[in-house]
């Protein structure tokens, strides 16, 4: 064996045919078609490991309402993280907060392009009836609320890290509305999703919130671990959502790992020469 590696399959593409793969490099081709063939029923046959613990949204807030609960309680919105391709502009997490009248503190982010330009054409210090959410997605959630200009904002940050130290991100004209005991730091575009210089950057603390949400899949723990006095996945809507089985999809066929499980499957092998270069 020279080499190998394992390319997962985006779980979100609406495609006529979707597969995971498993590639091995050998000078003997019989060796490289063993050790891929082996991989992947490896690679399947760990499938049900990969299931993740999601928390409702209520359950999530629940912990942030308890007295006993370490905060700040981080909610991972990862349905609706942009890297990992959703838009951005669910406020389902905010809409629940509402609905109850919590009175945790609490700290969203969403992206909301009218909301952010509106706040910035009223200024510091004005209060406004806004509709937030779903300017990308139609089906998105959205909330409509008297909201109090916090501030506002460039949207030009630095990523703290460990996960892109040091990288300028640029998520258009920004501004933190204020509704009660909730920030929304609303943007045009956002980055560093899982970078804490995302709410920092703009004058929310994390550590001084109850519950913050953050739209992120990847790239969030080793950043928030350091000072989160929970970390809660949650069962939240939106293109990305990890549990893909709720998802609309058109052409992705039903013969795939989660709606069909079987523990025997066949795994094709092709063999492909590779020329070095000299």
Excluded at 22 to 50: E, S, T
Excluded at 152 to 174: K, S, Y
Aim: proline share 6%.
């Amino acid at each position: 064996m020279l080499d190998f590696s394992i390319y997962q399959m985006q779980p979100w593409l609406d495609v006529p045919s979707g597969n995971s793969a498993a590639v091995a490099i050998a000078i003997d081709p019989r060796v490289a078609a063993a050790q891929a063939k082996d991989l992947a029923a490896r690679l399947y046959a760990a499938r049900h490991g990969f299931t993740t613990n999601l928390h409702t949204i209520d359950q999530v807030i629940d912990k942030a309402e308890a007295p006993e609960t370490a905060r700040p309680v981080i909610l991972v919105d990862s349905a609706d993280s942009c890297n990992a391709g959703a838009p951005g502009d669910s406020m389902a997490v905010a809409a629940r907060l509402l609905a109850r009248g919590s009175t945790v503190r609490a700290a969203v982010v969403v992206n909301d392009t009218p909301a952010a330009r509106r706040a910035h054409e009223l200024g510091v210090g004005s209060t406004a009836r806004f509709t937030i959410g779903a300017t990308r997605d139609p089906q998105a959630v959205r909330v409509e609320v008297d909201a109090y200009v916090k501030s506002l904002h460039d949207g030009v940050f630095t990523q703290e890290g460990p996960a892109g130290r040091g990288l300028v991100n640029r998520i258009g004209r920004t501004a933190v509305l204020s509704v009660g005991n909730l920030d929304i730091v609303v943007c045009e575009w956002m980055a560093g999703n899982g970078d804490p210089q995302l709410f920092r950057a703009f004058g929310v603390e994390p550590t001084l919130y109850d519950l913050v949400g953050v739209k992120a899949n990847t790239s969030f723990r080793a950043a928030y671990t350091a000072f989160a006095g929970e970390i809660c996945e949650a069962d939240t809507p939106g293109a990305a959502a990890p549990s893909i089985e709720q998802l609309a999809f058109q052409r992705l066929p039903k013969t795939l790992y989660p709606w069909t499980d079987t523990d025997t499957i066949d795994i094709p092998v092709v063999l492909a020469p590779v020329v070095a270069n000299r």
